[in-house]
Nanobody, 127 residues
């Protein structure tokens, strides 16, 4: 499956932004989708994950309560809604697909778990 993340841009502290992850065939509903981000000079880190039906989501502590992942399987698209953004949210954001879904942090937060990756979209939050 090919993924394309979009929606990044330059925002100010406290602003909101919504990222999209669109997929080509086969249908994205067959995959759990994770969001990761990578800031300059830092390792890629887990942000959020959503199950195939969208009934379960998990978030990194740093974004819990501010970010929400959702999906519209009819549109083959997963979203990451970001609120109350902070300068430390600045990073390239990636979406990734996993043909299964695990509910353990050590599993869903691990980048190697995901088989397919989008190209990333840059989010910059100014102070």
């Amino acid at each position: 499956v090919q993924l394309q993340a979009s929606g990044g841009g330059l925002v100010r502290t406290g602003d909101s932004l919504r990222l999209s992850c669109a997929a080509s065939a086969p249908t994205l509903s067959n995959y759990a989708v994770g969001w990761f981000r990578q800031a300059p000079g830092k390792e890629r880190e887990f942000v959020a994950t959503i199950s195939r039906a969208g009934t379960r989501t998990y978030y990194a502590n740093s974004v819990k309560g501010r970010f929400t992942s959702s999906r519209d399987n009819a549109k083959n698209t997963v979203y990451l809604q970001m609120h109350s953004m902070k300068p430390e949210d600045t990073a390239v954001y990636y979406c990734a697909a996993d043909p299964s879904f695990c509910s353990v942090y050590g599993c869903y937060a691990r980048p190697s778990r995901y088989d397919y990756w989008g190209q990333g979209t840059l989010v910059t939050v100014s102070s």
